[in-house]
């Protein structure tokens, strides 16, 4: 499994050919995210930044990093929720990003992982923040509701990604199959390039607002974005729980002035029960000091909703023993 462009802030890069850098042992820790044009990727790299300490660092205390002492964090580009969980499961990574129904599925051995085996070891860091499903449609295209995507060219994103089984979960509640649409399987910015070109009539996207590709294409094309909703299809909420009523505010992507409804799911930040315990605990009290409340509300808009008193809500895979001894001094879990 390929993994490209990581993360790692030019502070981090100062640190480690700093004078006496080599006096501190050096360990490295990887956050697997998403595509590079969705939300995953940049808030990885803000709390890559945030947890990392390079061996040389100015103290935190001198403005300098405030992470975990020797340790580099880098954000890598992936395929997603999927991909990361098979990476954690495989060793190949040390943590990644993941949709809290793909997480819960691949834990239990259910939904996308029925007849797999169970990822048992698979252990929470941190909820982060909501992930609004977004359904994109060209207005030249003439789609308004999910019912419209028949017979339409529709990227439902690539394999490995929890958007792809969202978007399939989605068409089935509104009554439709991949037989029924034209499928692609692009990545969001591709997808927008596919639109700009006329070559594309709508795409899934599952991730924060406002995300990248989809701001950069309403820029420059006139989009819709396509309702979703649990009154329409009512099966979507009563057969996956793991759903939440959502709004894309008006104003969010360029002339999209309405509120649009929509389901989301959580963002979380996972990692397995092989990782020690002393590591971890030092990653997720860095993860909430206040050094990183700053870097988290000034680097993206949806770092301001990361919050501590959010980060064990919506966990459906136990947390991490280190995460656990964490929030228990902090108060949040007895």
Known sequence: ????????????????????????????FRIGTGGTAGTYYPIGGLIANAISNPPGSRAC??????GVPGLVASALASNGSVANVNAIAGGTLESGFAQSDVASWAYEGTGIWDGKPKVDKLRAIANLYPESIHLVASAASGVKSVADLKGKRVSIDEPGSGTLVDAKIILEGYGLSEGDITVENLKPDQAADRMRDGAMDAFFFVGGYPAGAIAELASQHEITLVPINCTEAPSICDNYGFFAEDTVPGGTYDNVAEDTPTLAVGAQWITSADQPEELIYGITKAMWNDSTRKLLDSGHAKGKVITKENAVKGLGIPLHPGAEKFYKEAGLIE
């Open 1 to 28: 499994m390929a993994y490209s462009k990581a993360i790692v802030g030019a502070a981090l890069v100062a640190g480690l050919i700093a004078t006496g850098a080599s006096a501190q042992q050096m360990s490295f």
């Open 61 to 66: 205390d001198a403005g300098g990093s405030c």
